[in-house]
C-alpha cells in the first residue's frame, strides 16, 4: 500500500511540479499502511485511526487551512476552471478512477464525514432500509447546476464563495448525519441515502477488483456477515449483482465475523 502511494506521489508530481502533492500522497498513504498494519493485528480501533489520520487531514489541513473545496461543489469548481489540482486529482484517485481498484474503501478508510458517524453508538443498521437513494441524486445535480450558475453569471470571489461552501456543507453533511443515524438507528444512514459522492462510486465500484467473496465450501449461512455489515450488503452471494454490492466499504466487519473463514478479500 505504502509503495501505491509513493508512486501516485511520483506521478502526480510530475504532472503538476507540485511538490506539495509528494508530501500529502505519502501522509496519507503512510497513515493507511500503519493502518493496516493494526488491522492484521486484529486491533478493533485500527480504521477509526486511519480514518481520523486521513480524513482530518484533509478536512482541517488541505480544506480549512489551506482553503482548498474538496468537496463536490470544490470538485465542478476546480473542473469548469481547467484546473488540474486539489479536489480534481482528489476526486479522480479516490472517488471516480480509484474504485477500479478498490471500490468504495474512501468511505471505509479516509472520510472525513463518516470518520465522526462511524463513532456513533448504532454500528449496523436497526431498522429496514429506505427507499429514499434518490436523495443523492437529487443533490448531485442542485451542486452541478449551483457551481455552473456561479459561472454562467459570472458571480465575483468564486475562492471565497467556494471556501465558505466549504465550511457550510461540511456542518450541514454533520448535522444531518447525525441526525439521521439516530433517527434511523443507523451510522451510515447518510452514506445510503444522501451523500452525492456515491453517484461516482456506484459506477465504478460495481468493477471493483478487490471484493469480498465467500466460499461456498465453508459458508454455513448463519448470515452473521450479514448482520455485521454496516451498508447492508448482501456477503453470501459473489455476483457483482448482489444487494447492495457495490456500498461495500471493505471495512471487513464480516470477514472478522465469520467463524467458518468463509470470507475473503
Known amino acids: 500500500m505504502e509503495t501505491i502511494f509513493i ?8 504532472l503538476t511540479s507540485n511538490t506539495f502533492f509528494i508530501y500529502n500522497f505519502l501522509y496519507i498513504g503512510t497513515a493507511i499502511s500503519l ?44 473542473l469548469f476552471l481547467g484546473v ?36 456513533l453508538p448504532y454500528k449496523t443498521s436497526k431498522n429496514e432500509r429506505k427507499n429514499w437513494g434518490y436523495v443523492r441524486y437529487i443533490l448531485f445535480a442542485l451542486i452541478f447546476c449551483f457551481v455552473a450558475g456561479l459561472f454562467i453569471f459570472k458571480v465575483s470571489d468564486l475562492d471565497l464563495i467556494m471556501f465558505y461552501l466549504f465550511i457550510i456543507g461540511n456542518i450541514i453533511y454533520y448535522i444531518v448525519g447525525i441526525i439521521l443515524a439516530f433517527k434511523l438507528k443507523d451510522n451510515r444512514a447518510f452514506c445510503k441515502y444522501v451523500c452525492p459522492i456515491t453517484v461516482f462510486l456506484k459506477i465504478t465500484s460495481y468493477f471493483s477488483i478487490l471484493r469480498v ?10 448470515n452473521k456477515c450479514i448482520r455485521s455489515c454496516p451498508m447492508d450488503v448482501d456477503m453470501l ?6 444487494v447492495n454490492g457495490t456500498e461495500c466499504i471493505l471495512c471487513l466487519e464480516c470477514v472478522h465475523s465469520c467463524k467458518q473463514d468463509a470470507l475473503k478479500i
Request: glycine share 8%; hydrophobic share 50%.
Open 213 to 222: 467473496t465467500v466460499d461456498k465450501q465453508k459458508c454455513i449461512e448463519c
Open 237 to 242: 452471494n459473489n455476483s457483482r449483482k448482489r
Open 35 to 78: 493502518g493496516l498494519f493494526l488491522m492484521a493485528k486484529n486491533k478493533s480501533y485500527a480504521r477509526n485511526i486511519i480514518m481520523l489520520a486521513v480524513g482530518s487531514y484533509i478536512l482541517i489541513y488541505v480544506g480549512i487551512m489551506g482553503h482548498e473545496n474538496m468537496l463536490m461543489s470544490g470538485f465542478w469548481y476546480y
Open 7 to 14: 508512486a501516485i506521489a511520483i506521478i502526480i508530481y510530475f
Open 84 to 119: 488540474f489540482e486539489a479536489a480534481v486529482i482528489h476526486y479522480l484517485i479516490a472517488k471516480i478512477a480509484g474504485p477500479f481498484l478498490f471500490g468504495r474503501g474512501w468511505c471505509g478508510y479516509a472520510c472525513w464525514t463518516a470518520m465522526i458517524l462511524d463513532l
